[in-house]
């Protein structure tokens, strides 16, 4: 018989206390589980258990890996964010300066773009960029990027970064041209309130442009993933992103929050990795986060050769480049409007 002393029961049930708390919240977060009550949307509780929650997830380690995890295909979104607000852009004569948000930035994804973007950065005489995010790791990560890129901060370009949350903007009304919120909308608990503070900070004629998930090509993959690692168990689903999925919420959600010309429409992007072993790894890290508690550590720990396996294999998920690179498609929404 196996037997266990006190202690070890203690700090057993405790560790078990703490790992179900934390997965609870996180869980919560993402819509996994039902929250505390049902019109919880504006429920003050949520903002909270929220912004804990994003903190804890967008870490430190994640700030540093993000790019890689993503494949890419938030870059490939931003760059046709950019082409998207070009044409509601100010005319360079009449703008001193160009002040753009990058809302939810991550580590600096659209603000990088948009510095790389010559057509905006040559125009303008002055272009100022603010990049925020709620992670605190998120934006030192993207504060040691700007001190380490010093042309950033030259020949009339600006750029600075804040902890701030999206629903709650610390920026007064009337400040921007452009804002961007891409790929976040879907965790907020009150997203009407994201739009809401997009609308209020534009300045009149500005324009906000936000993405979310239309279909996320590692969905099905790591649904072969289940069926090597996991058989015969229900396949994971991931209620934070369905809503997002359907026709017209983000156009419906930023209509609400006051935009006017409201235009949403689809695109193709692409993740790609520099192999199977990358792909597998990226993959099981974001993903080990995300699936439900239904998972079992060990078949989390399994997680990462399941999906070198489906990488290697005929999958008609699975895309394959030139030496060796592998990837899979991903869909987005994108939504644009104006003040
Ligand atoms: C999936 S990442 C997207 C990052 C980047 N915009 C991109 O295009 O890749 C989601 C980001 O939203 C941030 N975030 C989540 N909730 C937020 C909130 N309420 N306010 C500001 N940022 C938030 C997270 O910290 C994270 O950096």
Redo the contacts with the bound molecule.
């Keep these: 018989m196996i037997t266990k002393s006190k202690s070890q029961v203690i700090y057993t049930s405790f560790h078990i206390y703490t790992s179900f708390h934390r997965l609870r919240r996180l869980l919560t977060t993402f819509h996994f589980l039902p929250r505390a009550t049902t019109m919880a949307a504006h429920h003050p509780h949520d903002h909270k258990a ?2 804990e929650n ?2 804890e ?2 870490s430190s380690d994640f ?1 540093r890996t ?2 890689e995890r ?1 494949g890419g295909c ?2 490939l ?2 760059n046709h964010l950019i082409s998207l607000v070009k044409p509601h852009l100010p005319s360079p004569s009449s703008a001193s300066q160009l002040r753009i948000l ?6 600096l ?2 603000s990088t773009q948009c510095m790389k973007d010559d057509s905006i950065m040559q125009q303008y005489p002055s272009v100022h960029i603010s990049a ?4 605190e790791d ?1 934006i030192k990560h993207s504060q040691q990027i700007i001190d380490s890129t010093p042309a950033w901060n030259s020949d009339g370009k600006t750029i600075d970064t804040a902890v ?5 903007l610390k920026f007064l009304d009337n400040t921007f041209d452009v804002a ?5 909308i879907f ?3 009150d997203p009407i309130k ?1 739009a809401k503070e997009l609308l209020r900070t534009l300045k009149p004629g500005g324009v906000a442009a936000l ?1 979310t998930w239309k279909r996320v090509g590692w969905v099905p993959l790591l649904h072969e993933v289940e069926a090597l690692v996991r058989p015969g168990q229900e396949l994971s689903k991931f209620p934070f992103l369905e809503p997002w999925q359907v026709p017209g919420k983000l156009e419906q959600t930023l209509t609400d929050g006051g935009l006017q010309d409201v235009v949403e429409s689809d695109v193709l992007a692409y993740a790609w990795f520099d192999n199977e072993e990358k792909a597998a790894k990226s993959l099981s890290d974001t993903l080990k986060l995300l699936v439900g508690s239904e998972w079992e550590e060990a078949e989390k720990e399994r997680m990462s050769d399941g999906f070198k396996q489906v990488m290697a294999s005929e999958s008609k998920y699975v895309m394959r480049g030139e030496g060796g690179k592998v990837g899979f498609e991903m869909v987005a929404w994108t939504g644009v409007g104006k003040k």
Excluded at 102 to 107: I, M, R
């Design positions: 929220h912004m994003i903190r997830l967008f700030a993000y790019n993503t938030n870059i979104l931003a990058d809302s939810a930035c991550g580590p994804v659209l925020v995010d709620l992670s998120f701030m949350n999206g629903m709650d961007f919120t891409s790929l976040a965790a907020y608990p994201c993405t």
